[in-house]
């Protein structure tokens, strides 16, 4: 069932996003870098990624964009644009991990005419709480005769 489309004049500053979570698992990096072609070895092999100073294997950007996108496109519904997105990742999403990706509205305002809503969105886990912090902006329709 699809959820109702939000308008700009009813988001409110502070409204939490619903996202979700998703398991790391090792088939699911395999998969995610085979499809992106992203074939560098931090991604899928475990020798390279310690001698590279990393633990363990971790998901890659496009992963982790996507997630974010995902969280922000399921709540800004059909008719939303998402303007522009900006994301950090400091920590790894490794295999092992669940990931929880959310948001939150952080501010609401009308430029050129049309409804502006700034977010912070994020993916977590356990493990190292905010993995990969970032900011959206997006433009949501208008009621009508605004």
Not at 118 to 125: I, K, P, R, T
């Amino acid at each position: 069932m699809r959820k109702p489309q939000p308008h700009w004049e009813d988001v409110e500053v502070g409204t939490e996003i619903e996202g979700f979570d998703i398991e790391i698992k090792p088939r699911r990096t395999f998969l995610q870098i085979s499809g992106s072609q992203d074939w560098y070895p931090v991604h899928h092999d475990p020798a390279f990624a310690r001698k590279a100073g990393h633990e363990e294997i971790f998901m890659n950007t496009g992963f982790l964009q996507a997630a974010l996108v995902r969280v922000i496109t399921d709540w800004m519904g059909d008719t939303g644009f998402l303007r522009k997105l900006y994301f950090e990742m400091r920590r790894q999403q490794r295999p092992g991990d669940t990931m929880v990706c959310k948001g939150k509205v952080t501010d609401r305002y009308r430029k050129d005419g049309e409804g502006w809503v700034e977010l912070e969105v994020w993916a977590e886990n356990e493990r190292e709480r905010v993995t990969t912090p970032g900011k959206a902006w997006v433009i949501l329709p208008l009621h009508q005769g605004d």
